[in-house]
């Protein structure tokens, strides 16, 4: 099993960035998935979370923002963040229920 992340990098305030997470070793498509997030000191927040059937979740501070997306032709899900603010500077992490932590991928985001 493994999860892949990958989209993250530096934005200023305002600006827009789309992660991807490549799922292998799981029945993708019957699985829930999450993206998470964490900075140095916290615990790690769920963010967002899209069902098997495309019903979808937001923590608050990401409502109107973020939008999470999945395509199970590719074994993939997204998080497209517009409007990003400093605070939202963390490492993202995706995840299934099942699954371990993936490496993350670090999103920064300046004043």
């Known amino acids: 099993v493994q999860l892949v992340e990958s989209g993250g990098g530096l934005v200023q305030a305002g600006g827009s960035l789309r992660l991807s997470c490549a799922a292998s070793?799981?029945?993708?498509?019957?699985?829930?998935m999450a993206w998470y997030r964490q900075t140095p000191g916290k615990q790690r927040e769920l963010v967002a979370s899209?069902?098997?059937?495309?019903?979808?979740n937001y923590a608050g501070s990401v409502k109107g923002r973020f939008t999470i997306s999945r395509d199970n032709t590719k074994n993939t899900v997204y998080l497209q963040m517009n409007s990003l603010k400093p605070e939202d500077t963390a490492v993202y992490y995706c995840?299934?229920?099942?699954?371990?932590w993936g490496q993350g991928t670090q999103v920064t985001v300046s004043p």
């Open positions: 899209i069902s098997s059937i495309g019903t979808t």
């Open positions: 070793g799981i029945i993708f498509r019957a699985n829930t």
């Open positions: 995840k299934a229920p099942t699954t371990a």
